[in-house]
């Protein structure tokens, strides 16, 4: 079949950016992006391309040339539905939080409601397409909606997840690894190939069994975050025998076998997606009763907390064994630099630790507004939000943020935040000034030399 227009539900992180460079790549093709969320559709039809609900460099240049085109944005999801030949969902699957499976299991919720609306609405064959991340074998719950519409009309199902990381998603998508497109349809995936191919050459197109596809998506997020833990645990050794992490990263990662990618210590991964699809794996190992397949995995997210943690604990620590009362500026809230995105950010979980200690907190992150800082403060409940608005200040520069603090935090690894001027910093600081390095971006001995107690991540 040959696809003329497509719809993708759900408007977010995934949806925006790979419809825009869909749209980008395929003139010939109507792209619609539709979601319940009116605020958000609105944010992408902003004529202010500064005012785009996701921050992605490149990404606002791509939907300046084709929105109005050949991409829109709608809140008319019906009607996108009915038009189109191919159904991206793209919704969120969040961890549970209530029920059977909660704090492991991917709420499908949204997805469920998604195939339903499918169903209901469709008037002609349709080719949908599971672009959010999902547990193994929900296709097979899907097609059963699906198939069970009674109005004689023909779905193929297809798993196509998609691998692009914040803060790199334009290039990314430009120029992936590979394009994964799971089926059992060779005509539907035929279909979706050759919308990828109008940039992304064949031999990068991979087809597998739905399966096959659905848990590879599961399985390359567990292996990258992975990779993140063992050098994270291998940080803590080095903090104790003298070892530098960045040059065993380094050693290490010249064996061609191992490869230099994600092995940067961190005060810890965050994001939407490591802890969610790694506990989704845990939650399937254990239902299929594979426990210590469940508990090798778990432990990657064990050693993430443990890291979070001990970077805290080892500011307070550092600082006298108090921080109560003494201000200490956080830099950076996004869960990596590049991106507006703050789910599961570290800086979240240490500023936490930190409050419960009476610390006083400043805030600056280049790209977070500050209604986001407290609004992932007060959904953890750990204390009133007007404990979060008294005891939390954010800060539009980081100047003002570090002035007469006793300690700064690095959280995130933005570029601006090594071009400070770092004498200036430390002129307006309280001393002794401590620089704890959650990203190890800073050079320990330029920042000694300006008189700074600088203490980074494996070192
Ligand atoms: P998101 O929360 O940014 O966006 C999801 C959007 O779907 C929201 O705007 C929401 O309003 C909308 N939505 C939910 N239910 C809907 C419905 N029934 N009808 C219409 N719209 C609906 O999420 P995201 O980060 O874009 O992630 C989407 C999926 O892609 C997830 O499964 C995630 O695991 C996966 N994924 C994310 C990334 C990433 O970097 N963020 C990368 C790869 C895969
Ligand atoms: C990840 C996957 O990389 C991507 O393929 C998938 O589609 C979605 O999940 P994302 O979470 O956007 O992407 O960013 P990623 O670059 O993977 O970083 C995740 C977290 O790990 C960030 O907090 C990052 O700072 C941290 N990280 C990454 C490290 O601490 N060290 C590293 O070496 C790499």
């Avoid at 992605?56 to 709608?74: C, D, Q, Y």
Wanted: aromatic content about 8%; proline content about 3%.
């Amino acid at each position: 079949m040959t696809i003329k227009n497509i719809c993708c539900i759900g408007a977010g992180y995934v949806g925006g950016p790979t419809m825009a460079v869909i749209a980008q790549k395929n003139p010939h093709i109507k792209v619609t992006i539709v979601d319940i969320n009116a605020a958000r559709i609105a944010a992408w039809n902003d004529a202010d391309l500064t005012k785009l609900p996701v921050y992605e460099p490149g990404l606002a240049a791509i939907v300046g040339a084709t929105r109005g085109k050949n991409l829109f944005f709608s809140t008319d999801i019906d009607q996108a539905i009915d038009a189109a030949d191919m159904i991206f969902i793209s919704v969120n699957t969040p961890t549970k939080t209530y029920g059977k499976g909660k704090g492991q299991a991917a709420d499908l919720k949204y997805i469920e409601l998604c195939a339903r609306n499918i169903a209901k609405v469709a008037t002609t064959d349709k080719i949908v397409v599971e672009k959010s991340t999902l547990p193994v074998r929900t296709a097979e719950a899907i097609k059963s909606i699906l198939h069970n519409t009674g109005n004689g009309i023909n779905f193929h199902i297809l798993s196509n997840p998609e691998f692009l990381a914040e803060g790199t998603a334009v290039d990314d998508l430009l120029q992936p690894d590979r394009v994964l497109i799971g089926g059992e349809n060779e005509a539907a995936i035929n279909s979706l190939a050759t919308v990828y191919a109008s940039w992304v050459p064949q031999a990068r197109i991979l087809k597998t069994n739905l399966w096959s596809s659905e848990l590879s998506k599961l399985t390359a997020n567990a292996f990258l975050a992975q990779r993140v833990s063992s050098i994270n645990a291998i940080s803590e050794l080095c903090e104790l025998t003298g070892a530098n992490v960045d040059e065993v990263a380094k050693a290490i990662g010249t064996d061609s076998r191992i490869g230099p990618k994600f092995l940067k210590a961190s005060v810890g991964f965050g994001g939407s997606c490591f802890q969610k699809d790694i506990l989704n794996l845990v939650y399937i190992a254990r239902s299929y009763n594979l426990h210590e397949v469940a508990n090798y995995w778990e432990q990657v997210i064990i050693m993430n907390d443990h890291q979070k943690r001990r970077f805290a604990d080892r500011l307070i620590k550092t600082l006298y064994n108090t921080v109560s009362g003494k201000k200490i500026a956080v830099l950076g809230w996004a869960f990596k630099k590049d991106t507006n995105d703050t789910r599961e950010s570290a800086a979240i979980y240490v500023t936490d630790h930190l409050l419960n200690e009476q610390a006083h907190i400043a805030v600056h992150d280049p790209k977070v507004p500050a209604e986001k800082v407290y609004t992932d403060l007060n959904y953890l409940n750990t204390r009133t939000e007007a404990e979060n608005q008294n005891n939390v200040a954010v800060y539009t520069n980081a100047y003002d943020a570090v002035k007469d603090a006793h300690a700064i935090a690095i959280m995130t690894e933005w570029d601006a935040f090594k071009t400070l001027d770092w004498e200036a910093v430390y002129s307006t600081m309280q001393k002794p000034a401590f620089i704890f390095d959650g990203r190890n971006i800073l050079d320990k001995h330029t920042m000694e030399a300006i008189g700074f107690e600088y203490h980074a991540i494996g070192q």
